[in-house]
């Protein structure tokens, strides 16, 4: 589902209070039937979210910043990430700290999450922000295999989809004043 | 992909990010130790060298430099995590908030009170402090600068969204550690009598005991108003 408005349009506020980083001042979000903030942590379980903000230390290296991220998750830390790291164009960079590569490494980097969880829904704000067109390409291949295996997605972005995706479901929002 | 969820796994990881973090950039455990040693050496300055006076404000002189320099740290603790969006992920994790808040607050006690209580007795010998008071000063310091961090990390989590947070953190910080200094400085002009010093060292360790208990739940539900 394509989350779409004008800048301000209240998008990434809407996206966080899904994830339950806000509460909103009306009404509640329900997962499974349950309200998220009463079981908050069954929710966590099954969400990823990577927002505009995306949760990499710029001081250190992107293997690093992926291992803790897979710890903090409670994955096994063990797997051998290097060919994930070569398949996202990352390869001889692991062990650079992460405030030296460019933005669509950096990206890169926080995207590589995708490839590692098995959360059914995800939450993304800004997915495509600075990728490269090859780039763009390869998350939407993976994209599509989370959807094919039942998972959800729920993003922000400018970019059209509808040509990749058929199912896609677009709700905008609108600017009030 | 398997998820074996293991607390301990948790622990060490936050730990071990934040002490890489910090040895990485080792200004951060050195400066608030320089700030330390720069406020005691003020004292003799500005009080004059007599060593009789200085022995007597010395258990004063140490606890206030350690409640400022333990200040001086505490800004940093959630900053670069809120900024960057870790704070985020480590919400949306499915382990309790409060287990990686204890973590952190652990990792920042290694990083900025411990060293404080291995300089201690180098700095006291600047104070002329007698042997039996730097006994007592050493074990108020490990019981307290925790604590310290503890209620200080509380502050921290409440105004790391602000702009400039820093004084408004102080100014809640502050008042909170009177009662850790009343007991600390207590215990050491106790020992300076040469009398019995446990029952204020039992205070403040019970006083660690609550904070370690209740401080975390404390510190995350702060963290989640920051955040959203």
Redesign the interface.
Known sequence: MQLAGPNGAGKTSLL?II?????PDEGDIFWRENSITKSY?EF??E?L?I??????????TAL?NVR??L???????EQDLYPLLANIGLVGLEDVPVRTLSAGQQRRVALLRLW???AKLWILDEPFTALDKSGVAFLQDRFTSHLENGGAILLTTHQDLTTHFNDLQTVTLEYRH | MLRKHSYLQLFTAVCKKDLQLAFRQRAEIVNPLLFFLIVITLFPLAIGPEPGLLARMAPGIIWVAALLSTMLGLDKIFRDDFHDGSLEQLIASSYPLPLTVLAKVCAHWVITGLPLVLMTPLFALLLNLDSQSLVATVFTLLLGTPLLSFIGAIGAGLTVGLQKGGILMSLLVLPLYIPVLIFATSAIDTSSMSLDYSGQLAILGAMLVVAVMSAPIAISSALKVSVS
């Open positions: 966080r994830a339950g980083f806000a509460s942590d966590a379980r969400l979210f927002g505009h903000k995306t949760g990499v230390n710029a001081q250190l690093e803790f991220w710890q903090i998750q409670g994955y096994n830390n590692l969880n098995d």
